[in-house]
């Protein structure tokens, strides 16, 4: 009966997958939603690649896991991925149906899987990873992640014994995920960028592990980032196996030191967490076993996808398209700061306001206050426009980090936004976009581009 179930179910996602062809809705996790419905077990009965590798973590798994795709694709791998779908337990299953027969085999040999990390109890029951990056692991929407600790728990309870995991020494959170699995670490030593103390208003991991004494640091690169230890009983965090060092964010290159032996590769972005996500990908290739000089021609090759970061330069102007994820205080304030630490004049639109999520409940927006707007209170950032169904939150929570009210301009409506702006001469124009507003984030742009040409005419 359960086989019987199994093939009706990938028989109906078969067909929903040229139904939608047919209607062009292609990109979208259905056929997944409709054969777990019939077969709830389904990922257990499909076929599943030989080699898996999975990515997961609260910030930069997506990037991680397209650098990874593209590094495999240049090899001339074809590897099943839910790059065009969710990386939740349908998206998956709608990546395997497109690559299976009509009896469910899978026809590739090998798999990389964004994996949402709440998802694991519904995912690696039946999917088990022969490795898994885990990127970070930090405070996210309190709606649905409440604390990192609990996705911890998760993740500890759910990964297979057998993968082996390459985690982020840098943050305590990750580094002791599921104790018992084979692991190697990753971080980045001391740059000049970092603190002496926390200057983030989330700080996730305070407390000795081993004692439950309060954790002190080296150094702090942001939030509970950075190289801590113990001062009463000697706990610290791990040793790394992928030791990044020697970053040269004007040189756009990073070295990463392997068993006494130091390689140079090139940063695709001078941002903090992108530099871990390059950390990470290193890593990972190399325990798959490939060798220094093909990474780096990996690297040298590879742009980050242009939904996450963007640049359009129009006349002396640049505009500047981020994604910086709604309710999520942790990677809105990354995104604040890598602004506030640029260079120029600079602008920016907010306007990642959870638009798809108004249609079914009222956000929490308690995460305002838990990121760091702060860093917008800077005196090269002249002018900050909100918009959307926010746009009174967003104003309030910067007048309340002391930004002055004639350095906001606000409208209902995101597509006005660019009316909004003053276009300074050189300017440097940010476009913030969340996840469910992408597209529109590339109109806004657009718009931009279009005012800053019709002045020059």
């Not at 592990?209 to 610290?236: D, M, Q, T």
């Not at 990996?298 to 398209?321: A, C, P, Q, W």
Request: glycine share 6%; net charge neutral.
């Amino acid at each position: 009966m359960q086989k019987l179930r199994f093939l009706i179910a990938l028989a109906a996602a078969k067909l929903s997958i040229v139904a939608l062809k047919i209607t062009g809705h292609n990109g979208t996790n259905f056929p997944g939603v409709l054969a777990i419905r019939i077969c709830p077990d389904f990922i257990k009965h499909i076929g599943k690649p030989k080699n898996v590798i999975a990515v997961t973590g609260t910030n930069g798994k997506t990037t991680t896991c397209n650098m990874i795709l593209d590094a495999l694709a240049m090899e001339g791998k074809t590897v099943v991925n839910n790059r065009m779908g969710s990386n939740i337990n349908s998206g998956i299953a709608t990546s395997l149906i497109q690559n299976a027969t009509l009896t469910g085999k899978c026809k590739l040999d090998m798999g990389v899987f964004e994996v949402d990390e709440r998802s694991a109890l519904r995912i690696f029951p039946y999917l088990k990873p022969d490795y898994m990056v885990i990127t970070n692991l930090s405070r996210d929407s309190i709606m649905r992640n409440g604390h990192p600790e609990y996705i911890s728990g998760i993740l500890t309870r759910y990964i297979p014994k057998e993968t082996k995991l390459i985690l982020n020494a840098d943050d305590l959170i990750c580094s002791q995920v599921a104790p018992e699995n084979s692991r190697v670490y990753f971080g980045i030593e001391k740059m000049d960028s970092d603190k002496e103390k926390c200057h983030n208003l989330i700080q996730d991991f305070q407390i000795c592990p081993k004692c439950l004494h309060k954790l002190a640091y080296e150094y702090v690169r942001y939030s509970h980032i950075g190289k801590a230890y113990c001062p009463e009983c000697g706990y610290k965090a791990p040793a790394y196996d992928y030791a990044g060092c020697n970053v040269n964010q004007d040189a756009m290159t990073i070295d990463i030191r392997e068993n006494g032996q130091q390689v140079t590769y090139r940063l695709l972005n001078d941002s903090v967490y992108n530099i871990y996500n390059v950390v990470s990908a290193v890593a990972l290739f190399r325990e798959l076993g490939y060798p220094s000089e093909k990474i780096q021609s990996f690297f040298n090759n590879m742009n980050i996808v242009g939904t996450r970061y963007d640049i359009k330069e129009v006349g002396n102007s640049r505009i500047h398209l981020m994604l910086a994820k709604d309710k999520n205080a942790f990677a809105g304030s990354r995104v604040f700061e890598y602004i506030a630490q640029a260079n120029g004049t600079k602008e920016i639109i907010i306007m990642n306001s959870c638009q798809d999520d108004a249609v079914h409940w009222s956000e929490n927006i308690c995460w305002l206050y838990d990121c760091d707007f702060e860093f917008l209170n800077n005196e090269d950032i002249k002018n900050i426009v909100v918009c959307g169904p926010r746009v009174k939150d967003y104003r309030l929570r910067l007048l309340l980090a002391g930004v002055d009210d004639s350095r906001i301009s606000y409208t209902d409506k995101e597509i006005d936004a660019p009316d909004q702006l003053k276009y300074f001469e050189n300017d440097n124009i940010y476009v913030l976009y969340g996840t469910d507003s992408i597209t529109l984030g590339y109109k806004v742009a657009d718009k931009v581009a279009d005012h800053i040409e019709r002045s020059k005419a």
